[in-house]
């Protein structure tokens, strides 16, 4: 038996992330989409994410993809530039195997590398004992909100819950001027 593998995502990938997503947004409170998007969008959230530098990786076994996360913008206003929003989903087989935590891990230290100051985690239906909230507490993720009765799916009310992870010295230390949000901003400038 092979181990996983975390890897950088290409495009020949998409039809399986999009599988994972759509069995998410169908089955699950994670996100607060009600209808999976289609391949063609999915290409373009990737593409998107792809031409601002953004990291966008895949857990890999014997082959097949068994979940996947990527870190993309806070918000889109320049200010919050070094600060990213992670996701991450994995395949139903593959839940509770440790495929998460280690995507993560991979996509903190890539976000890291990249000069981001601080990842924050949008977790809907964000309780207490919820697989993502448990996960990112883990990663030494802190609690930082919470919206109460924020989306409502499934039939019921969901919290959606902000928790987040300083890196590179936080708000502590001025940005760095070769870190990739500092270059593209003044690129932008």
Not at 63 to 86: H, S
Not at 95 to 121: D, T, Y
Request: aromatic share 8%.
């Amino acid at each position: 038996m092979s181990s996983i593998a975390i890897r950088a995502a290409i495009s020949a990938d998409l039809d399986t992330i999009t599988e994972i997503y759509a069995d998410a947004v169908a089955h699950g409170t994670a996100s607060y989409e009600l209808e999976p998007p289609s391949r063609s969008e999915m290409g373009a959230r990737f593409d998107g994410l792809m031409a601002g530098g953004f990291p966008y990786l895949v857990a890999e076994k014997d082959g097949a993809v068994l979940g996947y996360a990527y870190a993309g913008p806070f918000r889109p206003r320049p200010a919050y530039r070094f600060i990213v929003e992670d996701s991450v989903y994995v395949a139903p087989e593959a839940k509770g195997q440790g495929v998460g935590l280690l995507l993560m891990r991979h996509l903190v230290e890539a976000a890291r590398a990249a000069g981001f100051r601080q990842i924050v985690a949008v977790i809907g239906d964000g309780r207490p004992d919820s697989a993502s909230v448990r996960l990112h507490e883990k990663l030494g993720f802190r609690h930082s909100g919470r919206l109460e009765g924020s989306g409502y799916k499934h039939g019921r009310w969901l919290d959606t819950v902000f928790m987040q992870l300083a890196m590179n010295g936080g708000a502590s230390t001025p940005p760095d001027p070769d870190s990739l949000p500092e270059r593209k901003f003044q690129k932008q400038k």
